[in-house]
């Protein structure tokens, strides 16, 4: 694979927690608008490179770079503007906040890059339409059912217009049905808006809405397309 | 799957002619195999000398003859004692996977590699499945569903065996 008009790459990475090696060596790379997604069994380290490319954790080795900066050598402050600003993020349990309405949670990232309440909450209910769940908007997280609030964790990951959403198991608290719609939404919102969208998944039928798929197996990333 | 119960099951909710069955048939079941009209009259004489079905009228015009075909009691009762029997699930004991895997592990040939391109592979036809899901209508995701998930079993086979390859090894190379 070539990191060619890659938007987000990372080489040769190493993490250690105490004494176990989570990453030996991984690398990878997403385009802008591509849907790659990680898999790999359980403690393989796809979470971590995730948490790793997302800025959230540092590596101990290794390098990433973010449309050709080093996301390593930036600081704290940096990275978290870059997070708000280029990044969205969605978990596999939502994690709204249980105060704010899901038009308030969807707003919360214009709001925190200061988009004026009026501005922001318009855009938010826009997204909420286009997630097919305007109906919710004045309800809290709590008095939503599980497919509706990862809805709204979608459209709060995409409506500050991210580069990259980062995806860590986004239905693994989803049935079936409700998982399969999450992922078309997540998808099709993702390519229209050219966003890429790094997967983390052990599903094959959740993968299997990615443009590609690599598989990180003891802490190295393998890129399957040329696994032979 | 057997074409003559599900003609006969089409026929069930009145007479048709052999083209308006053909033409039943693909649309409902045969989105990627269309029956060829040879295929429907061989059957449709052999339900007629089973009595399964009747004609029901003859049309002439200027082409050939067009037999008008009806269910008979029979046929009903047929049909009836198939959809109550359950299909016999598939054993899926002999896997050329499971050989291919002790094959490579026997000669000296990445058994890893292969699970990965096999994985890869597999992967490919779900997104395409995926794919036409997405773009279909309800009768095309059912039938996609019932492929992806035998094939999301099958990856996790060679999930399961790749995480196996080494206790596999010490016993196809005591």
Redesign the interface.
């Known amino acids: 694979m070539t990191p060619a008009g890659s938007l987000l790459v990372a080489q040769d990475l190493h993490k250690t927690y105490g004494s176990t090696p989570a990453l030996d060596g991984a690398s990878f790379s997403v385009h802008p608008g591509e849907v790659v997604a990680v898999m790999g069994p359980s403690g393989s380290g796809k979470s971590t490179l995730l948490h790793c490319l997302a800025g959230i954790v540092t590596p101990d080795a290794g390098t990433i770079t973010y449309g050709g900066r080093e996301i390593s050598a930036m600081s704290d402050a940096e990275r978290s503007a870059l997070r708000r600003t280029d990044f969205g993020f969605v978990f596999q349990f939502g994690q709204l906040v249980p105060e704010l309405t899901c038009l308030e949670n969807t707003a919360l990232p214009l709001r925190l890059n200061g988009v004026r309440r009026k501005d922001a909450e318009r855009t938010a209910r826009e997204w909420l339409e286009r997630l097919e769940i305007d109906g919710i908007a004045a309800q809290r997280p709590g008095e939503v059912s599980g497919g509706q609030g990862q809805r709204v964790a979608v459209a709060r990951a995409l409506v500050a217009s991210p580069k990259v959403v980062f995806a860590d198991e986004p239905t693994g608290a989803l049935d079936s049905l409700n998982g399969e719609r999450v992922m078309e939404l997540l998808t099709e919102s993702a390519r229209s808006a050219n966003t890429a969208v790094v997967l983390v998944t052990h599903e094959a039928r959740v993968a299997a809405y990615s443009d590609r798929d690599i598989v990180v197996r003891d802490g190295r990333a393998r890129d399957l397309e040329h696994a032979v | 799957m057997s074409i003559g119960h599900t003609l006969l099951g089409l026929l069930e909710s009145g007479p048709r002619h052999g083209y308006d069955l053909k033409r039943a048939f693909d649309e409902k079941f045969g989105h990627d195999r269309p029956l060829h009209y040879g295929q429907v009259y061989a059957t449709m004489s052999r339900l007629l000398k089973n009595g399964l079905v009747e004609v029901d009228g003859v049309e002439s015009g200027g082409g050939p003859e067009r037999k008008r075909y009806a269910i008979t009691d029979a046929g009903i009762t047929d049909v009836g004692a198939w959809l109550a029997q359950p299909e016999k699930p598939e054993p899926y004991l002999q896997s050329t996977l499971y050989t291919k895997v002790v094959l490579a592990l026997l000669t000296g040939r990445s058994a890893a ?2 699970l ?2 096999q ?2 592979e ?2 490919r036809l ?2 395409v ?2 794919d036409r899901k ?1 773009k279909g209508d309800l009768a095309d995701q059912l039938i996609c569903d019932h492929a ?2 035998h ?2 079993a099958d ?2 086979w060679l ?1 399961l065996t ?2 196996r390859l080494g206790q596999l090894a010490e016993v196809v190379n005591p």
Do not use: C, N, V, Y
């Open positions: 590699d292969l990965d391109a994985r890869s597999h992967l779900m997104r499945l995926t997405r992806l998930f094939l999301e990856l996790r999930e790749a995480a």
